[in-house]
Every structure is written in C-alpha cells, then in structure tokens.
C-alpha cells in the first residue's frame, strides 16, 4: 500500500512547483526590464513591491499594444476591427486588464554608492506576464524595452 503514496509525493511537488503566482510572473518581468537599465545590476536589492489591478480603457489597451487608435472617419477593415474591440473592451466583453506594481529598490550608482528609487511597472492585457519571457510586454515608468533602445541608441550617436 506504501508504493502508491511514495509515487505521488514527487509527481504532487513537481506540479506544485510548476505553478507560478500571477503576481510574481509580472515582479519577475519587470526585474529583468529593470536590471538592465542598472549600471550595476548585480547591486539590485527589492525592498518592496505594491500590486494594482485594474480595468483596462480601450485607450490603454490600444497605447500598450502600439495600436493606433481609430478615428471615426477612418472606413479600413483594419480600423473597423479596432472598432469593434474598442467596444467590446468597454462594454467587458473583452476583459482588458492593467496590472501594475509600484516597486520599491535599492541599487548603486555609477560611484557605488546604495541609492532607493521607485517606479512604477506596467503590463496590460487579458492575463498577467508568466515571467521573464514576457518581458517585451512589460513597461516601466511608460517606456517599453524598445524605447529604451532608442534612447540609449540616440544617446549614443551624439
């Protein structure tokens, strides 16, 4: 009768372990995003971390996904699409959501020394990032990781 239960015990912790807290997928996210505007990334400490989650607007939703949004007078079947998901975003039919943690870290500056900052970690969509492969989905402080590209690239080319 043993041998069933010593079966299960390894198969109940592999599933166990293989589910991810929704919160941590978009703390995780962001942390990588974050890291890599550091000077050093190594010196990264979280202090704390608020999570907000709310309705997303159609207005939102189209800005985070670089959607342009339509104008009225625009007839394409690519603007009555979006159109259409703009009323089913406000009347919940689709279920946009803005998931947001405010985090709280230490890290040091270019001379080492521990410096505590803010920002402010958004992401939005139908469900929450799973993790770091969702990083492109993420935005911190409004800039998404191609803005932050553009302006290292620009910063550069001066």
């Given at each position: 009768?043993r041998?069933?239960?010593?079966?299960?015990?390894?198969?109940?912790?592999?599933?166990?372990?293989?589910?991810?807290?929704?919160?941590?997928?978009?703390?995780?996210?962001?942390?990588?995003?974050?890291?890599?505007?550091?000077?050093?990334?190594?010196?990264?400490?979280?202090?704390?971390?608020?999570?907000?989650?709310?309705?997303?607007?159609?207005?939102?939703?189209?800005?985070?996904?670089?959607?342009?949004?339509?104008?009225?007078?625009?007839?394409?079947?690519?603007a009555?699409?979006?159109?259409?998901?703009?009323?089913?975003i406000?009347?919940?039919?689709?279920?946009?959501?803005?998931?947001?943690?405010?985090?709280?870290f230490?890290?040091?500056?270019?001379?080492?020394?521990?410096?505590?900052?803010?920002?402010?970690?958004?992401?939005?969509?139908?469900?929450?990032?799973?993790?770091?492969?969702?990083?492109?989905?993420?935005?911190i402080?409004?800039?998404?990781?191609?803005?932050?590209?553009?302006?290292?690239?620009?910063?550069?080319?001066?």
């Amino acid at each position: 009768m043993r041998r069933p239960i010593s079966l299960l015990l390894p198969m109940l912790l592999v599933f166990v372990s293989g589910c991810k807290d929704p919160k941590g997928g978009l703390v995780e996210a962001c942390e990588a995003v974050l890291k890599d505007t550091l000077v050093s990334p190594a010196g990264y400490k979280s202090v704390s971390t608020t999570h907000i989650e709310e309705k997303a607007t159609p207005e939102e939703y189209f800005e985070h996904k670089n959607f342009k949004y339509p104008s009225d007078d625009d007839q394409s079947s690519d603007a009555t699409i979006k159109r259409l998901l703009k009323k089913q975003i406000e009347d919940g039919t689709f279920k946009a959501i803005s998931y947001k943690v405010i985090m709280e870290f230490d890290a040091p500056n270019a001379y080492g020394t521990p410096i505590r900052e803010k920002v402010l970690c958004t992401h939005v969509g139908t469900s929450p990032p799973r993790g770091v492969e969702d990083r492109k989905d993420v935005r911190i402080d409004g800039k998404s990781d191609f803005d932050r590209l553009m302006d290292t690239a620009k910063r550069f080319s001066r």
